[in-house]
């Protein structure tokens, strides 16, 4: 793997990762099972500047996601938490008005964004998409030649070389023939731009990429070459039908990494590591005895190589206090022994871990105490017979205690020495045959427990594991449902049936088949299942509970499934198809969100016909603001004699991705230009704010690919606003939205 060139100075603080005190990292790979985003949701990453953008995820308002980096092999390097806002972005992570690295998650570090990393996003415990961080970045700065202007980087070979772009960006260049503020080069021979002002050719050429630039005078062509921080290559995962751009990777050379604002954290190897967690201190004749859980290296920093502790006296003669040490090598160490202190004197203690970047700051302290009480230890299984081996965990009461074990009855102390059958616990104790065990403890003051005891008989006749519950349906009274089970030696099921309040509803229920319907459910009440098999040895333990599962009564309504990505302008039938028959039908718009008919005069009210039959319609109406992007819902309410049934579905429209390139005001003379995704979209002016005085309206025309599509305006002499209108806003008739932005 290629590394891309230096980012330049990170910011460095002393504030490091003691947040982290107590996170647990999994080192989990990245999830399979989900693919890059699908339009209008995306993941851009900024591999130099460390951010990611969070786009679209419009029908995830007000939830909260979480994005994580992951590296193969390392782990997750980087996490944060956002809040879905309305609007093409829907948050951004270490970006002003953005969300820090760590923010919701606790994993404290600023992560250093590299090719192959993986950014994920989720909802609670669901993947949605990721996108894999593209091995292509621009590697030096650009050189002219005349009217000739190159730019050169690298590309690696999982990188797709039609899915690449480079670009130059110089909002000078705005003032120039060019007439925009960045030039383009994509992949093939010299083409002219659409707009004129250069040509421009994308070549590779092994693991090396060369964009040239031929532009129409040697001045613009200066003014490129010395863009600040401009040279940039674009580089996705696919391209979708519609030409959107997904799974998307932004290099930008020369941007520096690390905190993209102040208070985010550290980067990787700015940070000096976590501390251990648990520590204790306890007095013991000549010194302090110090216990710890040793600490955990964040994935993507150097290793935690030990631990220096240091006792620190309360006094001081001339200013200085005394310190006396020790330092531990290994980062499994446990503890240790300080020995040489004053009896006299009372001291802090301070356990710092180090790694190749320095030490933790600050310090995890603690007072030593005196301990006279002996600890206590439980044992995790009770006593009893059990038809294969168990695994049993012991726990003393104070942290530090150290635990010893006997498997064959006999006592692990006598007379308060330490047997030679005794066995240090360090973790799960097979009982793999019928066995006494025995244990006890001793805290880091020398105390000791009462000697703790259990019996355990195993009589090796396994019975099967639990099934695993698949799919379920609901019908009339009853409940469908489905599990699987491979272990060959099973004869047969039993499901049991719970109420909601946890009590069994009726005897098992048995059966030879991995479905069973059971019937003679009260309608409309909910219920939970579990279900265990059997074998020549009886059944074994019960699944996880299924539910609940809420059989149909006497009345059912059935308002369909939701539907997503609806194009504006097109007509919606809706269907009541598995609703009770004969009935009488209702549909009513709801204000979405809410369980309230939508007021009359609200800007997302439709027209709904035949809204008293099974398959009413609308229109999906074009958008105009102050109109939302929150989706249609519909109640249906079914009626009979036996009383009333009502649900609900979730009618989302599709959304287009509007954006501003430039907007400049002279008297007499006023231009806006700027893309959208979709052809032939009315794109509709604000000044102001979006609700704004409409300036003008512009429709979005075919660009040159790979954009799909821009529009530009342009209002001269009285047509002009008589004023620079300052802001613009611009909706889409297709529900896209952008502002605010500056008129030069």
């Known amino acids: 793997m290629h590394r891309p060139p230096s980012r330049g100075l990170r910011l460095t603080v002393a ?119 593209q091995d292509a970045y621009v590697n030096a700065d650009a050189v002219q030649s005349g009217t000739t202007v190159t730019v050169t980087g690298h590309i690696g070979p999982t990188v797709n070389r039609a899915d690449v772009e480079q670009r130059i960006v110089e909002p000078a260049l705005t003032d120039t023939v060019v007439t925009r503020r960045d030039v383009r080069a994509l992949p093939g021979p010299l083409t002219p731009a659409a707009r004129g002002g250069y040509q421009s ?49 932004i290099a930008e050379y020369g941007e520096p990494g690390g905190p993209g604002m102040g208070g985010c954290p550290n980067g990787p190897l700015q940070s000096g590591p976590p501390a251990p967690t648990g520590l204790t201190a306890a007095k013991v004749e000549g010194g302090v005895k110090l216990s710890w859980t040793p600490a955990a290296t964040i994935p993507g920093t150097p290793a935690i190589t030990g631990y220096r502790a240091t006792a620190v006296s309360r006094t001081s003669a001339g200013g200085e206090q005394v310190e006396i040490g020790r330092r531990i090598t290994g980062q499994a160490a446990r503890g240790t022994t300080i020995t040489g202190l004053s009896a006299t004197e009372d001291y802090d203690i301070e356990v710092v871990s180090v790694s190749s970047v320095g030490l933790t700051f600050p310090a995890a302290i603690v007072q030593p105490q005196t301990d006279t009480t002996p600890p206590t230890v439980s044992a995790s299984l009770a006593d009893g017979s059990y038809p294969t081996a168990r695994q049993v965990t012991l726990t003393a009461n104070e942290l530090g205690s150290e635990i010893y074990y006997t498997t064959d009855g006999t006592d692990p102390v006598l007379a308060d020495v330490l047997a030679n059958s005794a066995l240090l616990y360090t973790g799960p ?73 946890g009590a069994e509803v009726g005897n098992l229920r048995e059966t030879t088949a991995t479905t069973l319907t059971i019937t003679g459910l009260a309608g409309d009440t909910e219920y939970f299942f579990t279900v265990r098999a059997r074998n020549v040895n009886g059944y074994g333990e019960a699944s996880t509970r299924l539910g609940p599962l809420t059989p149909q009564g006497a009345v059912v309504a059935n308002a369909g499934p939701d539907r997503l990505a609806v194009a504006r302008n097109t007509i919606v039938t809706l269907t009541g198809a ?49 109109m939302t992007n929150k989706g249609y ?82 209002l001269r002499n009285g047509a002009a606003p008589a004023a620079n209108p300052g802001v613009l806003y611009i909706e889409s008739n297709q529900g896209g939205t952008f502002g605010p932005f500056t008129v030069s």
């Open 578 to 626: 598995g609703s009770t028959a004969p009935a009488t039908y209702a549909w009513t718009q709801l204000a979405t969100g809410t369980s309230n008919p939508i007021a009359a005069n609200d800007p997302d009210r439709v027209n709904l016909t035949l809204a008293t039959t099974l398959n009413p319609r609308f229109t999906v109406p074009l958008y105009r603001a102050p």
């Open 633 to 714: 819902t519909f109640r249906l309410t079914v009626t009979t004699a036996s009383g009333s049934k009502t649900d609900t579905v979730l009618v989302t429209p599709s959304v287009d991705r509007v954006t501003i390139t430039t907007a400049r005001w002279k008297a007499g003379d006023f231009r806006v230009s700027g893309s959208g995704s979709f052809l032939g979209a009315t794109v509709i002016i604000h000044a102001g704010s979006p609700t704004g005085p409409v300036l003008t309206t512009a429709a979005v025309v075919a660009a040159a690919a790979p954009a799909i599509g821009e529009y530009e305006v342009r």
């Open 15 to 133: 504030g490091v990762l003691a947040a982290t005190v107590g996170v647990t990292v999994i080192p989990l790979e990245a999830s399979a099972a989900v693919g890059v985003p699908t339009f209008p949701d995306n993941l851009v990453v900024f591999p130099n500047r460390d951010f990611i953008t969070v786009e679209g995820y419009q029908d995830h308002i007000g939830e909260t996601a979480t994005i994580e980096v992951t590296r193969p092999g390392v782990g997750i390097v980087g996490s944060a938490a956002g809040v879905v806002a309305e609007g093409d972005v829907a948050f951004e992570i270490n970006h002003p008005g953005g969300y820090c690295w760590g923010a919701g998650t606790g994993l404290n570090v600023t992560p250093d964004i590299l090719p192959g990393d993986v950014a994920s996003i989720r909802f609670g415990d669901v993947p949605v998409a990721q996108t894999t961080v």
């Open 429 to 501: 104790i097979n009982i793999v045959a019928t066995s006494t065990l025995k244990f006890v403890a001793f805290d880091l003051a020398g105390n000791i427990s009462a000697i703790g005891q259990r019996s355990y008989t195993i009589t090796n006749t396994p019975t099967p594991n639990a099934p695993t519950f698949g799919t379920s349906a609901v019908g009339p009274g009853q409940v469908t449902m489905n599990w699987t089970a491979t272990d060959p030696s099973i004869t047969g099921f039993g499901v049991q049936v719970f109420d909601a309040a």
């Open 201 to 249: 050719a994308l070549a590779f050429s092994g693991d090396t990429f060369t964009a040239t630039y031929i532009f129409d005078d040697a001045e613009t062509a200066r003014i490129a070459a010395n863009a600040g921080l401009g040279e940039r290559l674009l580089s996705w995962e696919e391209t979708d039908v519609d030409g959107n751009r997904q799974g998307l990777t």
